[in-house]
């Protein structure tokens, strides 16, 4: 593809474990982390809605006024909510927002490359790795944050992932690392399916996909919803992918009603953490993209890649109980893409440095 995870943790671990990471001796207050990736959306819409530029260009947009009676508002605080209502309710209120660059505010990834697998190397292992400079389907050869926490004791077989590009498997290493992953085309799979997971495994295929590769991501959303009902698991990654095609495909209104389907998505996981007892108030989310996208000349929105400038942009948001409620951040700083593995695995409980190469725990995410 061209293209954006859920992670959850429970109980104190304690010792070593061999290699590149020990277990912390504090009791996280996170007991589940949902990690969540949104491909290609890109930091403009994010902090300002839609742009004003292209969302009344018929070249990109099939009807300007509908786009516009949706998402349309000369105030670019209203324009965002209209657009990612959840983000800029609940999450401005009660987690964080990161990457606004127009505060100074930078979130930048550390590959040479700017596209997807590897940016999602860099999300999921902590670093980059210049030998992943392609989408080609080959398997990961590096271990990844979800591996390593689903081979610790305690957290054995309570990992899995979610994906709508089909090249998540390879990405996860699936065949070395264990980890079930459900991406691309892929149906759920068990003897003891849910009725709505065979309604599902039905419809699938009935509902033709405008891509070879990526699956809808209503799909690839109540597919992991199922998983997350079933299995409780401490650690769930799910990447949603549309934004990121329908870029490509240069229809901006489709990307837009995307995004919006996908914060639509992200609020009603929320919702069912929240309305969980054994869920409530200790599960944290942690969303992010894998790359940015182009925004000079005016098309350039809808491509990526070290020849496209801002492609290396990126943003990240959190909520949950050891992220302080600190809403859009509107002061100087800089993250990168590759903390976000680490801190997934601190707010697990889990010291992850991948031998020292992962970069550092986001402190505001994981400080209370």
Not at 210 to 225: K, N, Q, S
Request: hydrophobic share 35%.
């Amino acid at each position: 593809m061209r293209k954006t995870v859920v992670i959850v943790g429970l109980v104190t671990l304690a010792g070593l474990h061999a290699g590149c990471t020990t277990a912390l001796r504090q009791t996280p207050q996170t007991e589940r982390v949902i990690l969540i990736t949104i491909d290609g959306l890109r930091w403009q819409e994010l902090f300002t809605g839609a742009d004003p530029n292209l969302i009344a260009d018929e070249e990109f947009v099939d009807d300007p006024d509908a786009l516009k009676a949706a998402f349309w508002h000369d105030d670019p605080a209203i324009r965002r909510a209209k657009l990612l209502p959840f983000f800029w309710s609940v999450i401005a209120e009660k987690g964080q927002l990161h990457g606004n660059r127009t505060y100074g505010n930078r979130v930048d990834v550390t590959n040479d490359y700017w596209f997807s697998y590897p940016g999602y190397n860099e999300i999921l292992t902590g670093y980059a790795d210049a030998r992943i400079d392609s989408n080609t389907k080959i398997d990961n050869p590096n271990v990844t944050v979800l591996e390593y926490v689903n081979s610790l004791p305690g957290f054995r077989d309570s990992v899995a992932a979610f994906g709508s590009w089909d090249v998540f498997p390879y990405i996860i290493n699936e065949r070395r690392s264990g980890i079930p992953v459900n991406a691309g085309f892929r149906q759920a799979a068990g003897d003891n399916l849910t009725t709505r997971e065979r309604f599902l495994n039905e419809l699938q295929p009935q509902i033709p996909s405008p891509w070879a590769t990526v699956r809808l991501d209503a799909f690839t959303h109540y597919y992991a919803l199922e998983h997350l009902r079933k299995y409780s698991p401490r650690l769930l990654y799910i990447a949603y992918g549309e934004t990121d095609d329908f870029a490509h495909d240069g229809e901006y209104d489709q990307y837009l009603r995307a995004a919006h389907r996908t914060d639509g998505f992200i609020a009603e996981i929320w919702a069912r953490v929240q309305a969980h007892p054994q869920y409530r108030d200790t599960t944290t989310l942690l969303i992010t993209t894998d790359h940015g996208r182009g925004t000079q000349p005016k098309e350039a929105w809808k491509d990526h890649g070290r020849d496209t400038a801002g492609s290396d942009q990126i943003w990240f948001a959190a909520i949950g109980p050891r992220t302080k409620q600190l809403g859009e951040i509107k002061t100087l700083g800089q993250h990168y893409q590759n903390q976000i593995a680490r801190t997934v695995a601190a707010l697990l409980g889990v010291n992850y440095t991948s031998d020292g190469k992962a970069g550092a725990v986001i402190n505001a995410v994981n400080s209370r």
